[in-house]
């Protein structure tokens, strides 16, 4: 069972309430943004955004936007700062190099598997009280959770943010496409309501990006940072216990990203899950959208000769599920269903995008469906996970139960009383044993 990574002593709740209160600055400064001129920056620290340009277990990336001309970021082991109220390290702040960036600090030298609370000080003010959590560095029972095609319906788009905010992952694998003109003013909203994500205790989650149709790399490196390169990347978490693998469907899938991830896949055969997230579906499963060619021809053999565990497909505004799949040029559509093994593929995007119909059948599909959702993922020690689709509810249903995520306050961290909206669509779990035959660590 997924837990988190800390949980307060009872002797804190009224501290972390208290704390639920000073988080109003999070939307209020968003909000005072966006009611000002379109494309303008706050004065003082919003906005915020975390993700990793390094190892998840050392390392986390603090972005934000301001409109002063100085900042750093103040930070503490948190369970230091609950007892002492110190935030007793500094980190140095990198302004934008264009208009309409963020402000970064990258933070290194951590723990893994810690909480660390963090503030961002200005000119023109101080931030709200934050933290994160370090990934584990040896494998432990995680959560993650998977999507992306957010880029038209506000209401749904905040749902799923407040969905985030509820069910605390350890990070956000996002699949793209973060709005539909990506213009400066569209990805201001976006921000505005990613806020709706940090834990009613000002918890941040990292948010892992890949590049979609609708978004530039110009744009995702203004949003995300330039440490992320071409937006093709991998990382581990826990060690060997898992690989997760960012791919770019919008460069040549073939070339030098194929020998990248040919090489990657090779130099870590021992990772018991490996993960992929990429936006272009090889197969989709509406007939509105093109067969992904490119991605097939260049990365399913791939995938089945490396034993690559799930694969997270975006693009087409629904729901999907497959059975574990092999490569196989001579089968239906590219595929035959794995005896042992196999990819499973899961999608493709439901953050707010206007949905689809299932219109493409493919004799492997097991579960689809036209509805907004998030995939909760739950990782065991072995490798092993659970993968769920869970539908997005209508954002007054979480507001008014009190879900409210960023600066509105909400339930303390462990409530249980709205787990209810993190249930599997029509009751579906998919489970699955890791490919990876690798003995567990000593």
């Excluded at 009611?35 to 915020?48: H, K, L, M, N, V």
């Excluded at 277990?57 to 007892?83: F, H, K, N, P």
């Excluded at 009280?129 to 560095?137: I, N, Q, Y």
């Excluded at 905010?165 to 003013?185: I, K, N």
Aim: glycine share 10%.
């Amino acid at each position: 069972m997924y837990q988190h990574l800390t949980r307060p002593a009872l002797g804190t709740r009224a501290l972390l309430a208290a704390l639920c209160l000073t988080l109003a600055p999070l939307l209020a400064a968003s909000e005072a943004a966006s009611a000002r001129e379109e494309g303008g920056a706050p004065a003082a620290p919003a906005r915020y955004r975390l993700t990793w340009w390094g190892d998840p277990a050392t390392t986390a990336a603090l972005g934000w936007e301001q409109g002063g001309a100085a900042a750093e970021v103040r930070y503490e082991e948190r369970a230091r700062w609950l007892e002492t109220g110190a935030l007793t390290q500094r980190a140095p702040a990198t302004p934008p190099r264009a208009r309409g960036g963020a402000w970064w600090a990258h933070l290194t030298g951590l723990r893994p598997a810690t909480a660390y609370q963090v503030q961002v000080v200005s000119a023109d003010g101080a931030g709200p009280p934050l933290w994160f959590e370090t990934a584990h560095d040896a494998p432990r029972p995680f959560r993650l959770i998977a999507g992306g095609d957010s880029r038209n319906h506000r209401a749904v788009r905040r749902a799923a943010n407040r969905l985030v905010a509820l069910s605390a992952p350890l990070a956000v694998l996002f699949g793209g496409d973060f709005t539909a003109q990506d213009t400066r003013g569209q990805w201001d909203k976006w921000f505005d309501d990613w806020q709706l994500s940090v834990g009613p205790t000002g918890r941040l989650t990292p948010l892992v990006p890949a590049r979609g149709n609708h978004d530039s790399e110009e744009t995702l490196t203004r949003a995300w940072g330039e440490a992320l390169g071409r937006f093709y990347y991998a990382f581990n978490l826990g060690g060997a216990q898992a690989r997760v693998y960012t791919l770019n469907s919008e460069r040549p899938a073939g070339g030098e990203q194929q020998a990248w991830l040919a090489a990657d896949l090779a130099a870590h055969p021992g990772a018991r899950l490996k993960v992929a997230q990429y936006h272009k579906p090889m197969r989709p499963h509406t007939d509105m959208k093109v067969e992904g060619y490119d991605e097939y021809t260049h990365w399913a053999e791939l995938f089945t000769t490396h034993a690559l565990d799930l694969a997270v497909e975006c693009d087409s505004h629904l729901m999907k599920v497959t059975a574990p799949l092999r490569y196989d040029p001579t089968g239906p559509d590219g595929f035959r269903r794995a005896a042992q093994g196999g990819t499973t593929f899961i999608g493709e995007g439901g953050w707010g995008a206007p949905l689809r119909s299932v219109s493409a059948a493919y004799p492997w599909t097991i579960k689809s469906g036209r509805i907004n959702h998030i995939f909760l993922i739950d990782v065991q020690e072995s490798g092993a996970y659970e993968a769920r689709a869970v539908e997005v509810p209508r954002e007054e249903e979480l507001a008014a139960e009190g879900a409210a995520g960023g600066a509105a306050g909400g339930p303390s961290e462990d409530a249980g009383a709205l787990e209810g909206h993190l249930k599997p669509w029509r009751g579906f779990v998919l489970r699955r044993a890791p490919n990876s035959a690798q003995p567990p660590a000593p």
